[in-house]
């Protein structure tokens, strides 16, 4: 069974940071392309950033140079170290594993980040 699992969201004052973790169970995190969304209310989910399975990352514009995915592979984990957080940046944020090869997408349960003063 494949599980993913969010941790780290919270409250933080913008320019603040906070540092997410999504650890999987049931596939390896090395194979997959691993990736961080986010929903924040009345929007629709969009694409954070992404890690390949050989390590390439990317991030939408809007957190380039803000945001950074890495991976643990001994811990079978994934990170989203979030700097500079704005009040924009408040939203749902989920872990997500995909193979299109294999037709499989999953999803972790997601966790809240709210950045306010």
């Known amino acids: 069974q494949v599980q993913l699992v969010e941790s780290g969201g919270g409250l933080v004052h913008p320019g603040g940071s906070l540092r997410l973790s999504c650890a999987a169970s049931?596939?390896?995190?090395?194979?997959?392309?691993m990736g961080w969304y986010r929903q924040a209310p009345g929007k629709q989910r969009e694409l954070v950033g992404s890690?390949?399975?050989?390590?390439?990352?990317n991030y939408t514009h809007s957190v380039n140079g803000r945001f950074t995915i890495s991976r643990e592979n001994a811990k079978n984990s994934m990170y989203l170290q979030m700097n500079s957080l704005k009040p924009e940046d408040t939203a749902v944020y989920y872990c997500?594993?995909?193979?299109?090869?294999?037709?499989?997408?999953?999803w972790g349960q997601g966790t809240q980040v709210t950045v306010s003063s």
């Open positions: 997500n594993a995909k193979k299109p090869l294999w037709g499989v997408d999953y």
């Open positions: 049931g596939i390896s995190v090395t194979i997959y392309t």
């Open positions: 890690i390949t399975s050989g390590g390439s990352t």
